[in-house]
């Protein structure tokens, strides 16, 4: 299996007047910059089976960019475990029942998926390993349900990823 983990984008600056932070949406140049690293994914060869998101506004207008670039087919999901409190031991339980792809993409939020990666690639949710906004990391796993152990084959940040969509 394939797992694309994804900061969401730049969105609106957290306490900003009248958004709790679960309905904090990208900014317009969130949005343009996340269209160019999808494109920089899709230029890579990335395939996409199902995307996984938080339910927060910030994560889901991220992961709607990136189904309409990679003309993803299955409706998006959403996880609570995905949520900046969410559970990383809970979110590889709820992805070892339910999602059964080959490539898998999940958009959430730093610090939690540092820590999903953590316990994937070293077992250790303390990883010190940091996403920027629209950063993507792949990992490969064989198995999720026997063993937790991902490879870790690339981290990209969004710099690198619009410059490839720009070629």
Same mark, same amino acid.
């Given at each position: 299996m394939?797992l694309?983990?994804?900061?969401?984008?730049?969105?609106?600056?957290?306490?900003?007047?009248?958004?709790? /932070?679960? #309905?904090?949406?990208?900014? /317009?140049?969130?949005? $343009?910059?996340?269209?160019?690293?999808?494109?920089? @994914?899709?230029? %890579?060869?990335?395939?996409?089976?199902?995307?996984? *998101? *938080?339910?927060?506004?910030?994560a889901? !207008?991220?992961?709607?960019?990136l189904?309409?670039?990679?003309?993803?087919?299955q !409706?998006?999901?959403?996880?609570?475990?995905? +949520?900046?409190?969410?559970d990383?031991?809970? @979110?590889?339980?709820?992805?070892?029942e339910?999602?059964?792809?080959?490539?898998?993409?999940?958009?959430?939020? #730093?610090?939690?998926l *540092?820590a999903?990666t953590? %316990?994937?690639?070293?077992k250790? +949710? $303390?990883?010190?390993?940091?996403?920027?906004?629209?950063?993507?990391?792949?990992?490969t +796993?064989? /198995?999720?349900?026997? *063993?937790?152990?991902?490879? @870790?084959?690339? @981290?990209?940040?969004? $710099?690198? %990823?619009?410059?490839?969509?720009?070629?």
């Open positions: 394939n694309y983990f994804i900061r969401h984008a730049i969105a609106v600056d957290e306490g900003t007047e009248g958004y709790k /932070d679960s #309905e904090r949406p990208l900014t /317009d140049s969130g949005r $343009k910059k996340m269209f160019q690293i999808a494109k920089g @994914l899709m230029a %890579l060869g990335i395939k996409v089976d199902l995307i996984v *998101s *938080s339910p927060y506004v910030r889901r !207008e991220t992961s709607d960019t189904a309409d670039v990679f003309k993803v087919k !409706e998006i999901a959403f996880s609570e475990n995905l +949520a900046p409190s969410g990383p031991d809970l @979110l590889i339980a709820e992805i070892n339910k999602y059964s792809v080959d490539n898998l993409v999940i958009v959430g939020h #730093e610090p939690s *540092s999903l953590g %316990l994937l690639i070293a250790n +949710a $303390k990883m010190d390993m940091t996403y920027k906004k629209g950063g993507v990391c792949k990992l +796993a064989a /198995d999720l349900h026997h *063993s937790r152990s991902a490879t @870790l084959e690339w @981290l990209l940040t969004p $710099k690198i %990823l619009v410059e490839l969509s720009e070629k």
